[in-house]
């Protein structure tokens, strides 16, 4: 590389990165502070560019630079290349409609998988909450972006993906194959229990939330009247695995359960503030809730928990949620790069930052050893054997789920409303 060239690409690098270091910086302090960070990068590339070891590849060193930029502000922003962005519109473009039904994030520098969609390519394949994609298609996952790498696991329906996986179990990476697919629309399972051994006769309803989408909401509300109609009067939501859908979705869901009170805001340094209020119009379900939730938790389904529990509507039981609700946007770069920024997060009725602390649950609890491995939805008979249900049971009959009104008594026989869909089950996760 002669001199020439080496200064065209520090000076590109420099304008990169001050692209992106100026638009954060300055938000959080004055000119001069912007000014100094940008000197120290400046001086950092220097001394890499002369004293390195060996010729360094620049464009390589400030595309680290970035990437390490964009990963230190939350697991969601991120920074694609000139050619990784190319490819990226490339398959939105395409119209490809195979997908592997995973939620993805970011844990130790590498693509994590935060849940897994019922009956999708990647249960079929074994992927579970948890693991680490170490490798997608022969491409490191370090440094790799979420938006990369769910482009890598999209294309047409048939098309195969190797993945490395890293697990916790595991004493050597799993090479595991998807085939993608067209995803079926996720559906929800609804389960009755029988009536509950205490003196208020009263029957409880199971309903396992897959992920939130406007179809899943709508039967959600439909579901909710029927059981109602039916005297059932007490509810257990399973939000556990749920991490995908819209955040919109996520609101008019709460509103099917609270008549009144705050269901969440959303905030951003440029964002203007927005406050998303109950409304008793739209309630269809007055009777005690409780909500599982756990680690596969995430995004939408945070929203929705934080916003039964924040506003005393029902306990949520289980572990800590991810961390996820927020708003990203896809900012296009003008040498062809692009970045995916936070630009705004929602909150707990209470005013706490889901994506920085997840939505903790009001009555923890954590499977034994012993249960940690329950049967496969295949060979389950009932969701009643889940431990975490069995929990749920004993606050809904002690009372220790709020309701906002009285409901009439009312008895039916105990029957599985839909059936049960068949996908793997995992325990709540630490």
């Not at 289980?318 to 705004?344: K, N």
């Amino acid at each position: 590389m002669n001199r020439q060239t080496r200064m065209v690409v520090l000076a590109a690098s420099l304008f990169v990165f001050g692209y992106v270091a100026f638009g954060y910086v300055l938000g959080q302090a004055a000119n001069e502070r912007a000014y100094r960070s940008l000197t120290v990068f400046s001086e950092v590339l220097q001394h890499i560019q002369q004293d390195y070891v060996e010729e360094p590849d620049l464009r390589s060193v400030t595309a680290g630079a970035l990437h390490g930029l964009l990963e230190a502000l939350d697991p969601y922003s991120s920074y694609m290349s000139p050619a990784e962005f190319a490819e990226y519109k490339t398959k939105k473009n395409s119209g490809a409609v195979g997908e592997s039904g995973l939620a993805l994030s970011k844990r130790f520098g590498y693509i994590a998988v935060v849940a897994v969609l019922p009956g999708s390519p990647a249960e079929k394949a074994g992927l579970q909450h948890g693991d680490v994609l170490e490798s997608i298609a022969g491409f490191t996952t370090r440094e790799m972006s979420v938006g990369q790498a769910e482009n890598l696991l999209s294309g047409e329906p048939g098309s195969t993906v190797r993945v490395s996986v890293v697990r916790r179990a595991a004493t050597e990476p799993l090479e595991l194959t998807l085939t993608l697919a067209r995803l079926a629309p996720p559906k929800l399972y609804v389960e009755r229990f029988p009536t509950a051994p205490d003196s208020s006769g009263a029957t409880t309803a199971f309903i396992r939330v897959p992920t939130l989408t406007e179809a899943i909401v709508a039967e959600l509300r439909e579901q909710l009247l029927q059981l109602d109609r039916q005297g059932v009067q007490r509810l257990i939501l399973d939000l556990r695995d749920c991490a995908l859908g819209e955040n919109e979705e996520a609101i008019s869901a709460a509103r099917l359960f609270l008549p009144s009170g705050t269901i969440a805001r959303l905030r951003g340094q440029k964002y203007d503030t927005r406050e998303f209020a109950a409304d008793p119009v739209r309630v269809v379900w007055r009777h005690p809730v409780a909500v599982l939730i756990s680690n596969s938790t995430s995004g939408p389904a945070e929203i929705l928990a934080a916003a039964i529990a924040g506003n005393q509507r029902g306990k949520t039981l289980g572990t800590r949620s991810f961390g996820s609700a927020s708003e990203q946007r896809l900012i296009p770069l003008e040498d062809g790069a692009a970045l995916i920024l936070t630009v705004a997060k929602y909150y707990t009725p209470d005013g706490k930052p889901i994506l920085d602390e997840g939505v903790a649950p009001t009555v923890e609890f954590e499977p034994s050893t012993e249960e940690t491995a329950p049967p496969t939805a295949r060979e389950r008979q009932s969701y009643r054997d889940d431990p975490l249900v069995r929990r749920a049971l004993e606050v809904l009959q002690g009372g220790a789920a709020a309701s906002t009104s009285t409901a009439p008594a009312g008895l039916a026989q105990p029957q599985t409303q839909s059936p049960e869909p068949e996908h793997r089950e995992q325990p709540p996760a630490a």
